[in-house]
């Protein structure tokens, strides 16, 4: 029997334990989840508790819920949307090295395809915002504001490149990449290398416009 889940933060507490079981493949893809009323008997809750921990996995596309029939486990790998990275990057052993290793891909793959648009796309305000960025990335006052100026020179880059659905994508990101910042530090470690290369990204968001003007 598993212990009665604290009463405050039951439902959440429940929606975790679910999901990472969903996640790990104690349930897979097509298979049952055990029925909501063997569910609020194992942990001790009411109904109501267990109905809405069920409800944030079908908001995450995790399970499908059908009238009449048990709730099934989706293929969150082919069903779920950016908004399940977040709980895709932690586990009860902390980050999740791989998922971290293709967050990191997929931003830097984001990054070139939006600096490739922004660079005739975008406006002089917006290519001398990443000017300032860039000196402000040389000098941090802290690791909090290079994180933060980071963060604000690659949504720059995203915003010039005019891409509604890059867009959205940061959007995810984001809340990934404050909510936990501490596992994103190195990325901002050593201001005094990392200067240069934001200088020479904003300079050429800036020629590469004035050179197709003069073509």
């Not at 709730?71 to 052993?93: M, P, Y």
């Not at 648009?117 to 290519?127: F, G, I, K, S, V």
Request: charged letters at 25%.
């Amino acid at each position: 029997m598993n212990p009665a889940l604290r009463r405050t933060t039951a439902s959440e507490d429940l929606f975790r334990v679910l999901r990472d079981a969903i996640l790990t493949g104690h349930y897979a893809p097509g298979e049952k989840l055990p029925p909501q009323r063997a569910l609020a008997a194992e942990y001790a809750l009411n109904a109501t508790t267990v109905r809405e921990a069920v409800k944030r996995l079908e908001q995450l596309r995790l399970v499908e819920v059908r009238h009449g029939d048990a709730v099934r486990v989706s293929d969150w790998r082919t069903q779920s949307g950016l908004d399940v990275i977040a709980h895709v990057l932690f586990d009860a052993g902390g980050v999740r090295r791989d998922a971290l290793e293709a967050l990191m891909e997929a931003r830097r793959g984001l990054l070139v395809g939006c600096a490739a648009l922004a660079a005739t796309r975008r406006t002089d305000a917006q290519a001398a915002d990443l000017r300032a960025l860039a000196a402000a990335a040389a000098a941090p006052a802290d690791a909090q504001m290079a994180q933060a100026t980071d963060f604000a020179f690659f949504a720059t880059v995203v915003e010039a490149a005019g891409n509604l659905v890059f867009t959205l994508v940061l959007n995810s990101v984001r809340e990934v990449y404050f909510e936990h910042a501490a596992f994103f530090t190195t990325m901002v470690a050593g201001a005094l290398e990392l200067g240069p290369l934001y200088e020479r990204a904003a300079v050429a968001e800036l020629t590469a416009r004035q050179e197709a003007a003069l073509r």
